[in-house]
């Protein structure tokens, strides 16, 4: 049972452009979310948490936006750059997170 | 400041073999834990830790014991090895639940057995 769910595997984005990533989430419990950046070889690097009380939360060029009556969960990255490229996992928590499968981003010259 | 420290960063285990992955953190966080990832999945929670001398099981925890003697280490043993445990093991650490500054990961063991 898939509580935390990126049901994009991959996404491909020019640069300069807008990514979006998506996350659904099944347990109303969760009362707060994080998203993660993935380098090849490395472990997840943090990048943004929102509470469950906010809607909205921003940070440079990332801003995390969150439906709590969707139960959805979005990471935007403007403008993307080819650093941006690396696989992106949502979480989300109680006590402890639970992941999803990750999203691959690729940004392209 | 070193963060979250793993060891081995490679191992090839037989069917049956045991071992014990090493994790060290120098931040004085409270909150410890093991995930595991498998190829195109999420991670799966193995075991968790509060504070020294609490721990506590995961969503994948069979074949898995962990202990929690000082709170800067937090070592995973894997007894009897089995093919199904072939993955990359992340462990992570953080000061209460990490609802403001997340986990901090270390790099991971990649353990294939074979």
């Known amino acids: 049972d898939q509580q935390v769910k990126q049901n994009s595997p991959s996404l491909s984005v020019q640069e300069g452009r807008i990514s979006i990533l998506n996350c659904d989430y099944t347990n109303s419990m969760f009362d707060y979310f994080l998203w993660y950046k993935k380098y090849p070889a490395e472990g997840p690097t943090f990048l943004i948490s929102i509470s469950s009380i906010k809607d909205k939360n921003e940070d440079g060029r990332f801003t995390v936006f969150l439906n709590k009556s969707a139960k959805h969960l979005s990471l935007h990255i403007v403008p993307s750059q080819p650093g941006d490229s690396a696989v992106y996992f949502c979480a989300a928590g109680t006590q402890k997170l639970v992941f999803g499968q990750g999203t691959r981003l690729t940004i392209n010259p | 400041n070193a963060g979250v420290t793993q060891t081995p960063k490679f191992r090839i285990l037989k069917i049956g073999q045991s071992m014990t992955l090493q994790c060290t953190q120098d931040m004085n966080h409270n909150y410890m834990y093991w995930y595991r990832q498998d190829p195109g999945m999420g991670l799966k929670l193995i075991y968790y830790s509060v504070g020294a001398g609490i721990t506590d099981k995961g969503e994948v925890p069979n074949g898995y014991n962990v202990s929690r003697s000082t709170t800067e280490d937090f070592p995973l043993r894997l007894e009897l090895a089995a093919p199904s445990q072939t993955s990359v093991y992340f462990c992570?650490?953080?000061?209460?639940?990490?609802?403001?500054?997340?986990?901090?990961f270390g790099s991971g063991t990649r353990l294939t057995v074979v």
């Open positions: 992570a650490s953080s000061y209460g639940r990490g609802e403001i500054g997340g986990y901090t």
